[in-house]
């Protein structure tokens, strides 16, 4: 089993609509989460960090449950510059250590 | 402020010759981590150092891979003979403090071996 599961891609939406990335996780000592997106195989950038709490910046809305070792994504609003590469990622029990998912195509259409 | 900086951004090697990629982290980050990505696959860590310490090597191959993160001057990965599988990008990443701290990173350096 892989240490960080993702939904398989790719997602084609219209502009306009709310697409959903899920995420499961294996390790249950695992410290950080994160998602990062990646554009055309160049390098991650950092969307954002999530917390138990549930976070929000703007149309992207993020939750972990811990319970479940599951973690979301939510994009609301689809544009065409949200095409890319969602990579889900978790931070070892050890620390420093990322380990990415294999990540899930988004092809946000007119 | 300038962000996690890789040179060169493209190498071309023969198989069997050496490759040698840097990394310097950005401005005030003291930790550096290494990262392959295969085509068509996800990224894997390889390796995390901090100034002249390897942390975490336990992604990396058992030969022919080093790293180092010297007290002056970039990180480095060095690839010694290498073979096609080799071909690949290679991402650095920094941050401020261990563990919990977000990673940012560098443009990658795509490393060709024909």
């Known amino acids: 089993r892989k240490e960080v599961e993702q939904d398989p891609g790719p997602f084609n939406v219209p502009e306009g609509a709310t697409v959903a990335f899920n995420c499961t996780y294996s390790?249950?000592?695992?410290?950080?989460f994160f998602w990062y997106r990646q554009d055309c195989r160049k390098e991650p950038k950092l969307l954002m960090s999530?917390?138990?709490s549930g976070n929000e910046d703007g149309r992207f809305t993020a939750q972990l449950n811990r319970a479940s070792q599951y973690i979301s994504l939510l994009i609301r609003d689809s544009k065409l510059s949200d095409s890319a590469t969602y990579l889900c990622?978790?931070?070892?029990?050890?620390?420093?250590?990322?380990?990415f998912g294999q990540g899930t195509e988004l092809s946000v259409k007119p | 402020n300038a962000g996690v900086m890789q040179n060169p951004r493209h190498l071309v090697r023969r198989r069997g010759q050496e490759a040698r990629l840097r990394c310097s982290p950005m401005?005030?980050?003291?930790?550096v981590y290494w990262y392959r990505q295969l085509p068509e696959e996800g990224l894997k860590f390889m390796v995390y150092?901090?100034?002249?310490?390897?942390?975490?090597e336990s992604g990396m191959p058992k030969e022919r891979f080093s790293a180092e993160f010297p007290k002056e001057g970039p990180s480095i990965l060095r690839i010694q003979q290498v073979v096609r599988g080799d071909s690949a990008a290679y991402f650095c990443?920094?941050?401020?403090?261990?563990?919990?701290?977000?990673?940012?990173f560098g443009p990658g350096t795509r490393l060709t071996v024909t």
């Open positions: 990443a920094s941050s401020q403090s261990q563990g919990l701290d977000e990673q940012y």
């Open positions: 390790n249950s000592a695992s410290q950080s």
């Open positions: 999530v917390y138990s």
């Open positions: 990622v978790v931070s070892s029990n050890q620390g420093g250590k990322l380990i």
């Open positions: 401005k005030g980050h003291s930790h």
């Open positions: 150092l901090q100034k002249e310490n390897i942390i975490d």
